[in-house]
């Protein structure tokens, strides 16, 4: 008596991209697929037209792959992986794909037009299979207009279009003075946009980069989260190492009080001072424990003085031992040359 109009979804648009051939890849074939969802998902968050998030289903791909038996000879018949969700997940199916229709063409056998579906263990099993190119709807739509752009419309597009992907990677490991490896390492971690954060809140890009592919991925890692769901933002961590700059931690100090910042005690300042973890910076204190070290170490503070500088690790060990670790070392060495009158 009546009929029910399933409205989800309908103000989201759909953006089917196809692409040709790719042709030449050989074994790369997996790594290069995956690269090109890869790039389409950077250049879909740069122009803000999606999360992108493919584990959402923001973006989805579909797999097709043919194998022919030269680069002269025509492509033989293809099959279409539905609906893959991962990065990995497209690696594995192109791979997975090229070796059992390899097999099956090995064996004297016809690879069939079909769609397929993507398991978690990275095979394929049998979907639908399309026989006739009409199944494909190869064929002009009657109510779909052709869209035919001019050139000038192209371009003044293209002109109004923010900074795309590749050309910000390049830009930001220039002013960030990064290695194409460093670089590769960041964008991989899914750490561009936070250390970029993290340079504009007032810190070194190497030294962002330090942070969150360092001690902020062991944390990420250890929790089983991304790094962007860490309890820590960029303009903490450019806090954190703007104490390390200005000599009021040590990096050592500083991993202590990163620790409390994630453990939601408050911004690195505020768990500096709660704890405690501030260098010690009193010429004071310092010589009072140079004074106890080489006291404790009189066979040591002899070989100092017999010319053997190298010997003053020991004590200076000793003075970061007595001063947990707070105290600045190269002062301490300092003062301890200056009191065995090295």
């Known amino acids: 008596s009546h009929s029910l109009v399933d409205y989800n979804r309908a103000g989201v ?17 997996p790594e290069v697929a995956a690269t090109y969802v890869r790039t389409l998902r950077d250049i879909f968050r740069a122009l803000g037209v999606s999360e992108a998030r493919m584990e959402r289903g923001n973006v989805r791909a579909d797999v097709n792959v043919s194998l022919r038996e030269s680069p002269d000879a025509p492509l033989g018949t293809r099959t279409e992986t539905k609906n893959v969700n991962t990065f990995r997940g497209i690696e594995q199916v192109v791979r997975y794909e090229i070796r059992r229709q390899a097999a099956v063409l090995a064996s004297g056998g016809t690879v069939l037009q079909e769609t397929r579906h993507g398991q978690a263990d990275g095979t394929t099993r049998p979907g639908r299979v399309k026989s006739d190119a009409d199944d494909y709807r190869y064929f002009p739509e009657p109510d779909l207009v052709p869209v035919a752009p001019s050139r000038q419309w192209v371009e003044e ?56 592919m360092g001690e902020l991925s062991r944390a990420a890692k250890e929790r089983g989260v991304a790094l962007e769901d860490l309890p820590v933002t960029p303009a903490q961590v450019a806090q954190l190492q703007s104490l390390v700059d200005s000599g009021r931690l040590t990096d050592k100090l500083a991993r202590q009080v990163l620790e409390g910042v994630l453990a939601g005690e408050g911004d690195p300042e505020a768990v500096s001072a709660a704890r405690g973890l501030e260098v010690v910076s009193d010429d004071g204190a310092l010589l009072a ?20 500088v190298q010997a003053a690790g020991a004590i200076v060990g000793a003075v970061m031992r007595a001063t947990r670790g707070q105290a600045d070392a190269r002062r301490v060495r300092e003062l301890i040359m200056e009191r065995v009158g090295a």
């Open 157 to 212: 597009i293209r002109a109004a279009l923010p900074e795309m992907p590749a050309a910000r990677r390049r830009r930001l490991k220039a002013e960030w003075s990064l290695s194409d490896s460093e670089m590769r390492d960041v964008v991989n971690a899914g750490a561009l946009e936070l250390v970029e954060a993290t340079t504009a809140a007032g810190t070194s890009g190497q030294a962002a980069r330090k942070w969150w």
């Open 289 to 308: 424990a140079v004074d106890q070290a080489l006291a404790d170490n009189p066979d040591v503070a002899e070989k100092i003085r017999g010319g053997k």
């Open 13 to 29: 648009p759909l953006v089917e991209i196809v692409t040709r051939p790719i042709e030449g890849a050989g074994e790369r074939a």
